[in-house]
């Protein structure tokens, strides 16, 4: 079944009532503004003001704040999935590797809540976990081919990736409504950066997953998607 599965079917696999659909759609978009101007920390209580609905039908449809997450960003995890696939199916695994950041970092653009999203963990028992767990084993060939092409620095870390999420982020969130295509010039910058022909020693040994994993909890912690 596809990642929302609930568009147009309530929790129990039963089609929805068609006022109760139409409550739905409009929690959700009033999330995804209220989301993507605020981040994580959008209040539960505006989404609902903002569909026009009470509080109580927001809980109906969606028990949880990730309930409701999950909702929202399944279009774009898929998104970024997708583009992670077909990098993977590349020839030139440099063009493949561009292709997935490029990617990953338009998702971001204009959305708060998803540049929250994409720079965390969400539990194990999250449905879209299965997703990102996925995203991160295409990650993992994606420099791995690309190193065995020569054309990658060859100490380059799936890890290292979560960086360009993180950087950004902030990137995209203090030139959106200045100029909006700067973050193009900052993931080009750092790309040349990877180039295998640029390298030069690092000061720093790269993050382990583990290190990488607990970072990410803790920025969960700090946006609290999960409450």
């Given amino acids: 079944m596809s990642t929302h599965r609930a568009r147009g079917e309530a929790a129990t696999g039963r089609p929805l009532r068609r006022d109760a659909q139409r409550n739905r ?5 009033a999330a995804r503004a209220c989301l993507a101007e605020q981040g994580m920390e959008a209040s539960l209580e505006q989404v609902a003001k903002r569909a026009g609905l009470a509080i109580g039908t927001l809980y109906r449809h969606f028990p949880t704040r990730l309930h409701l997450v999950q909702a929202v960003f399944a279009d774009k995890i898929e998104a970024w999935r997708e583009a ?12 493949g590797l561009c292709l997935f950041l490029e990617t990953m970092c338009e998702l971001q653009v204009g959305d708060r809540g998803f540049q929250d999203l994409a720079a965390i963990r969400l539990p194990e028992t999250a449905c879209l976990a299965g997703a990102q767990s996925r995203i991160y084993e295409l990650a993992v060939r994606i420099v791995e081919r ?3 092409q020569g054309t990658l620095r060859s100490d380059i870390t799936p890890e290292d990736l979560t960086f360009v999420i993180w950087a950004n982020g902030s990137v995209t969130e203090a030139t959106q409504n200045v100029a909006p295509g700067t973050w ?11 180039r295998a022909e640029r390298a030069h020693p690092l000061p720093q040994p790269p993050l ?9 909890l803790r920025l969960d912690g700090d946006r609290d998607c999960t409450g």
């Fill in 25 to 29: 759609d409009a929690l959700l978009s």
């Fill in 146 to 148: 690309a190193q065995e």
């Fill in 208 to 216: 382990s997953k583990d290190e990488l994993y607990r970072a990410m």
């Fill in 184 to 194: 193009r010039r900052f993931l080009h910058l750092l790309l040349d950066g990877f």
């Fill in 84 to 95: 992670a696939e077909k990098a993977v199916a590349m020839d030139d695994a440099w063009e």
